[in-house]
């Protein structure tokens, strides 16, 4: 059993930074894919990034790509979200999850454990 728990959420204006994090425990986290989801109220979760198991390849969601970095540091089985540059359309719950195959997907049922989220506000 991966437990998985986000930090790093809050309210920033237009054009801030936050940086959210998503330590895990259990597990083998350096065998895991990870990925960083969002949800507003009413619409569907929505891929934002995602990182291989050893870090070597990232994916990004056109609306993020050039604002938002995924990275991650398996001795502290931490991953994190830097997001620069927010735009009050990032607002969302974001969520973080693992899978367990170790690649690279954007594709929610291919994760296997999900955190609980944080919340992010931009506000304009």
């Known amino acids: 059993q991966v437990r998985l728990v986000e930090s790093g959420g809050g309210l920033v204006q237009a054009g801030g930074s936050l940086r959210l994090s998503c330590a895990a425990s259990?597990?083998?986290?350096?065998?895991?894919?990870v990925g960083w989801f969002r949800q507003v109220p009413g619409k569907e979760r929505e891929i934002v990034a995602a990182?291989?198991?050893?870090?070597?390849?990232?994916y990004y969601v056109d609306s993020v790509k050039g604002r938002f970095t995924i990275s991650r540091d398996n001795a502290k089985n931490t991953v994190y979200l830097q997001m620069n540059s927010l735009k009050p359309e990032d607002t969302a719950i974001y969520y973080c999850?693992?899978?367990?195959?170790?690649?690279?997907?954007?594709?929610?049922?291919?994760?296997?454990?999900w955190g609980q989220g944080t919340q992010v506000t931009v506000s304009s």
């Open positions: 999850a693992v899978g367990q195959r170790g690649g690279l997907s954007h594709i929610q049922n291919q994760y296997d454990y």
């Open positions: 259990g597990g083998t986290f350096s065998r895991y894919g």
């Open positions: 990182i291989n198991s050893s870090g070597s390849t990232t």
